[in-house]
């Protein structure tokens, strides 16, 4: 069946960005991939797969259903458990062999019983908050809190790690304070004879604008995610690693029709045409995950060249305005990525969607198809 909308995704270019962040942290700094939010829209299994065929030393996902996905696909490396988990999930933590984050006293004692019952150790890692504000032991309580956890007999501390609140800013003040209070918190513990393997700081944004964030000698790994699909998480951030980004969305036109001068198009009269025109309408919308905000403000291209959006982005529908140019039905429309000589970046995207290039990825609907270029690894992947 011809397909209506779908990403294609270069799996090269994923395998170029992990290279890329090698080159820029060196060989002694551990990664930890973010493949959370289905590998942030581009296929959880497949990408990760890939990155663990070129050699990454663990992956990170939200939760403990992304966790036993990965496991049951396959995936046997190291996997990190970013959020919190109910009680019910302790069991499946302990049997999947999953590496949850740990903030709560309770939540460590229950765990460590239930490791100990198994006979096994789990490795967790600490999640500290230094200014983030969401989940974490606050760092002023982190020393004591780690010192308690760290004398349950089922629980290896195998890392600790804190989270930016605003690495992606040019006014690096607040990243700093976050900086020295995780710094303040390690140094306490290694006073105290804790010095868990593993400290990480890092996100995409810190690996571009703060250098600090990956220094071997203080935290020895990192936790990339929007950087492996080739994307800069914003304006503000630095080029300082060249990246291909990796997903290209892309559509067809579905009807073309030409109206008048004079003629409101879709919902609420937003858009009056002032000419004659060609209008191209394409079967996709904010219910595949194309934003409503880029009604009249976006642009796609169509044979090289870009059009722009009019009238309200519909929940399956767009249309396009292309002139005195009549383009045909079946005729390949790119909404984000490149097209002949042309080129729409996800990040120019997100900025007139007022959003972030995150958002724009992962809303996309599990009913787009992915198709995947390049050498993919054996495996099953997601449609």
Request: charged content about 25%; some cysteine.
């Amino acid at each position: 069946m011809r397909k209506r909308l779908w990403a294609e995704i270069d799996l090269s270019t994923i395998s170029h960005n992990l290279r890329q962040i090698k080159k820029r942290v060196g060989p002694s700094v551990k990664i930890m991939g973010v493949v959370k939010a289905n590998a942030y829209g581009h296929g959880l299994i497949a990408v990760s797969n890939l990155l663990v065929k070129e050699g990454i030393d663990a992956l990170c996902v939200d939760n403990v259903e992304e966790g036993i996905e990965l496991r049951k696909g396959g995936i046997f490396i190291p996997i990190l458990i970013l959020s919190s988990f109910w009680e019910e999930e302790v069991d499946l933590i302990c049997n999947y062999q999953l590496t949850p984050t740990i903030f709560e006293k309770e939540t460590a004692e229950i765990l460590s019983r239930r490791a100990l019952e198994r006979g096994r150790k789990i490795k967790i890692h600490i999640n500290v908050d230094t200014g983030m504000g969401r989940a974490g032991i606050p760092y002023k309580k982190a020393v004591e809190f780690i010192e308690e956890v760290n004398k349950f007999a089922g629980i290896e501390i195998e890392g600790i790690y804190t989270h930016f609140s605003s690495a992606d800013e040019e006014d690096g003040k607040y990243s700093s304070l976050q900086i020295s209070r995780f710094q303040e918190v390690v140094e306490k513990l290694k006073k105290r004879g804790i010095d868990p393997p593993l400290k990480h700081i890092a996100n995409s944004a810190a690996l571009l604008n703060i250098p600090s964030s990956f220094n071997f000698n203080c935290f020895n790994a990192i936790r990339p995610g929007l950087l492996l699909y080739g994307y800069y998480p914003s304006p503000l951030v630095t080029r300082s690693i060249s990246l291909k980004p990796s997903l290209c969305l892309k559509s067809r036109v579905i009807f073309v029709k030409r109206v008048p001068p004079g003629s409101f198009l879709s919902y609420n009269r937003t858009y009056v045409t002032t000419r004659s025109t060609f209008i191209a309408i394409l079967p996709v919308g904010y219910g595949d995950g194309y934003p409503r905000s880029l009604s009249n403000r976006g642009e796609v291209l169509i044979r090289g060249k870009r059009f722009p959006l009019v009238g309200r982005v519909c929940m399956n529908q767009s249309l396009v305005d292309t002139g005195d140019i009549k383009v045909k039905v079946e005729d390949e429309v790119v909404l984000w990525g490149t097209q002949g000589r042309g080129k729409i970046s996800l990040e120019e995207v997100a900025l007139k969607a007022n959003t972030i290039p995150n958002e724009l990825v992962t809303n996309l609907s599990q009913k787009v198809s992915r198709v995947y270029l390049g050498n993919l690894p054996p495996t099953r992947i997601d449609s």
